[in-house]
């Protein structure tokens, strides 16, 4: 700040001089000038000389008006200097006092605050003691009403139980009493209902009824009965016969196969081809065939020959026996409807619709 004020007194001082300089100058020119022109000239030179001379006056006093003012500038700066110098000092020694006050403060402060902490972490430590001795002794307490609870649940339930098990059973009791009456009426209404007729029921002799392979004979009664190779399929019969009539009719047996079936009959194999051959009534020891050519169910060769038998009976119906896969009941009615259209005469077929129906 004191360098400005230098320099702006100096630049003034300059200016000063500067224009004393150039005053003087002006004042030998009219001189000069003076002495050689006129009167009239002199005197205009002169007014203009005055007029110069009281503009030169002016500037210099504005001048020395600006000199004044920048002196007067320059004192308030050097006063300004000073100020700031000693608001400078009065800060710094403020800001002394105060970071030293906000030290032992904080000191104090932190002091404080550990000894509050101290305090603090005993009572917490107290506290959660206390609150975890409460807390055992609620845990405790609530272990032993668990434990009062879940005795009295399960005696609740044990006799829940035994009272669900004496309900249950007694409506066991009387569902079995109704279920024995309910088959003892279906066994009653089940033998008042007559009996539906059946395909095989018009086959009256053995040889009729075992050429269909859904039918079977039962000797004991005499009648032809559903049924196949396992037995009579809607009925109990004894001495029943499927697919022959034991020693009866022998010669219809076409195969070899067929014909050892029936414990009856024996077959004497042609000497000339080993698949024909022909079926007999005989006995297992019988001289009137080769006894290598005599095939018994009871002889001594109760097999057939190697080679493969016929498939197919050559006779009424050409029926195949072998590998014959065992029907359902839907086959079997399905098959008796075609053989009943083939063997009953067209004013019995209502009698096929009061089969189907049943």
């Keep these: 700040m004191n360098l400005f004020a230098i320099f702006i007194v100096l630049a003034s001082t300059s200016a000063f001089v500067a224009s004393v300089r150039i005053e003087d100058g002006l004042k030998r020119s009219l001189k000069a000038h003076a002495r050689v022109r006129d009167p009239e000239e002199d005197s205009k030179k002169a007014a203009e000389a005055e007029e110069a001379r009281k503009e030169a006056d002016k500037k210099r006093a504005e001048e020395e008006a600006k000199k004044a003012e920048e002196a007067k500038k320059a004192e308030e700066a050097r006063l300004a200097e000073e100020m700031y110098q000693k608001i400078k000092s009065d800060i710094s020694e403020s800001t002394a006092n105060l970071t030293e006050h906000i030290t032992q403060a904080a000191a104090n402060v932190t002091e404080a605050v550990n000894e509050a902490h101290t305090k603090l972490s005993e009572q917490i430590n107290g506290t959660h003691d206390a609150l975890q001795k409460q807390a055992q002794e609620y845990h405790d307490e609530r272990q032993r009403a668990t434990k009062v609870v879940k005795e009295k649940v399960e005696e609740n339930i044990e006799y829940t139980q035994d009272i669900s098990r004496i309900i249950v059973h007694d409506k066991i009791t009387k569902k079995m009493r109704d279920l024995t009456q309910l088959e003892a009426e279906i066994e009653r209404l089940a033998a008042e209902i007559p009996p539906p007729p059946s395909f095989c029921s018009f086959f009256k002799d053995c040889g009729s009824c075992t050429a269909y392979q859904q039918c079977g004979w039962c000797g004991m009664t005499q009648t032809c009965v559903d049924g196949d190779e396992t037995g009579p399929l ?39 081809s080993v698949n024909q051959g022909t079926c007999l009534e005989k006995e297992e020891t019988f001289d009137g065939c080769p006894s290598e050519k005599w095939f018994h169910p009871r002889g001594l060769q109760r097999k057939c020959p190697t080679a493969p038998p016929s498939k197919k009976l050559r006779g009424k119906g050409d029926w195949e026996v072998t590998g014959a896969k065992k029907k359902t009941n839907n086959e079997i009615l399905r098959d008796r409807d075609q053989q009943m259209k083939k063997v009953i005469p067209e004013a019995d077929k209502p009698l096929i619709c009061l089969l189907y129906t049943s």
Excluded: H, T
């Design 234 to 272: 809607l009925a109990v019969c004894a001495f029943y016969e499927y697919r022959l009539c034991s020693g009866n009719n022998c010669f219809r047996y076409q195969s070899c196969k067929d014909c050892l079936s029936d414990p009856f009959c024996g077959w004497c194999e042609d000497a000339e």
